[in-house]
């Protein structure tokens, strides 16, 4: 259904609310092409053995699917704590952990609990084009303050936005989507301070890429209860088919989530593929260092092709500038190579695939390039 279908009636069948009125549903395209490099997906699927791994797993958790999973998802926070230890947090504990269907999920029952009618949630643009969604479904209000031209925050301005306008949320991801720029630690601490009792919530759904010597925010936990990390197993993990997202967080903001879940949010199904997948993480996380070295040659290869890229810490590219990228995205995808139409006017944004679907992107801008000159 296109947006003027949603839109409804003049009669206002159905009767959808107001606000959701012509609004066009979230989605890139899901196009069938070979090349697909559009949704900052992970490339290479599971082994052979991680897929048997979690294929006798699910078989075991099938003879019990009379009953409802483990609400407090006890086994699986306490997995994922461990992992985040070892990426920055040592000696988070379980109570600290939370999880639900995708950080898409995670933060939406973030803005349930602490946003809402009345209250305010802040963002800096370009940025991740679910924020406003959350805000809308939530009936929060929401306020967008502006990135510097090299994507970056000004710290004094960010904090004179957030004085001003007293959010209980700030979501703040690093690496942001879809620019790639990472957070350094001083603007996560400014925002901690400068918004009181609100939140700061640091997305980073792609930290795992982020580049040698860009810390996570995950080493700021001990110093902020107000802050908050998310972390996806979408993409580093190559779990996006799985819906697992999770946070960490102060035990009491884990406890509030509660109040907001949907009972049995967390099929028993995907609590025991997460857990088979830690199990195997570092085969899993493999692939970090190689899509990371594929991102710097990437983002080298467009500079010597005369083209603006922002610096990334993520497993994307954003790159520009053409008056009409409409056009460069069709004529990619017309040599069945598929990327995204995002960010700001001018520019588009890569992810990073295999070598060889590379090598078909660099191929095919190449003679995009050449065409338009
Ligand atoms: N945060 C950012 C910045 C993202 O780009 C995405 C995925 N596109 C998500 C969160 C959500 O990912 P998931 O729900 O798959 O965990």
């Known amino acids: 259904m296109n947006a003027s279908e949603l839109a409804g009636e003049p009669s206002g069948w159905p009767p959808l609310r107001e606000e959701l009125r012509g609004i066009e549903p979230y989605g890139a395209p899901q196009l069938d092409v070979p090349v697909q490099l559009n949704v900052n997906e992970n490339p290479y699927p599971p082994s052979a053995e991680v897929v048997a791994d979690v294929a006798a797993a699910v078989a075991e958790t099938a003879a019990h699917l009379n009953r409802y999973p483990d609400r407090e998802l006890t086994e699986l926070r306490a997995a994922l704590a461990d992992y985040l230890a070892a990426d920055g947090s040592p000696g988070l504990r379980p109570e600290q952990v939370w999880a639900a269907n995708g950080s898409n999920e995670v933060m939406l029952q973030l803005l349930q609990a602490f946003a809402g009618p009345g209250r305010t949630a802040v963002g800096f643009a370009p940025t991740y084009s679910m924020y406003p969604e959350y805000a809308r479904v939530t009936n929060t209000r929401w306020v967008v303050g502006h990135r510097e031209e090299d994507f970056s925050l000004d710290l004094d301005r960010a904090r004179a936005l957030v004085q001003q306008h007293r959010p209980t949320v700030v979501l703040l991801p690093s690496p942001n989507n879809p620019t790639g720029t ?13 918004v009181g009792d609100g939140l700061v919530v640091v997305d980073e759904a792609y930290g795992e890429f982020r580049r040698d010597g860009t810390p996570s925010a995950l080493e700021l936990l001990p110093r902020h209860r107000n802050l908050v990390v998310t972390r996806t197993m979408s993409k580093a993990f190559a779990l996006a088919g799985a819906r697992l997202g999770y946070l960490a967080a102060a035990p009491e903001i884990c406890d509030a989530l509660r109040l907001v879940r949907l009972p ?3 099929s028993a199904v995907t609590q025991t593929v997460a857990l088979a997948a830690l199990r195997h993480s570092s085969e899993l996380l493999g692939r970090v260092a190689d899509l990371r070295a594929e991102r710097d040659a990437c983002v080298d290869w467009l500079r010597a092709q005369g ?3 922002a610096d990334s810490d993520a497993n994307y590219v954003l790159f520009g500038s053409f008056a009409d990228r409409h056009g460069v995205w069709q004529a990619l995808l017309d040599r069945g190579v598929l990327i995204r139409e995002t960010g700001p006017e001018g520019w588009l944004r890569v992810s990073i695939g295999t070598p060889a679907e590379m090598g078909a992107f660099r191929k095919a801008l190449t003679e995009v390039l050449e065409e338009a000159r």
């Open 182 to 194: 990472a957070l350094p630690p001083e603007a996560v601490s400014t925002l901690c301070g400068a």
């Open 307 to 309: 083209l603006t890229v």
């Open 264 to 266: 049995y949010h967390l």
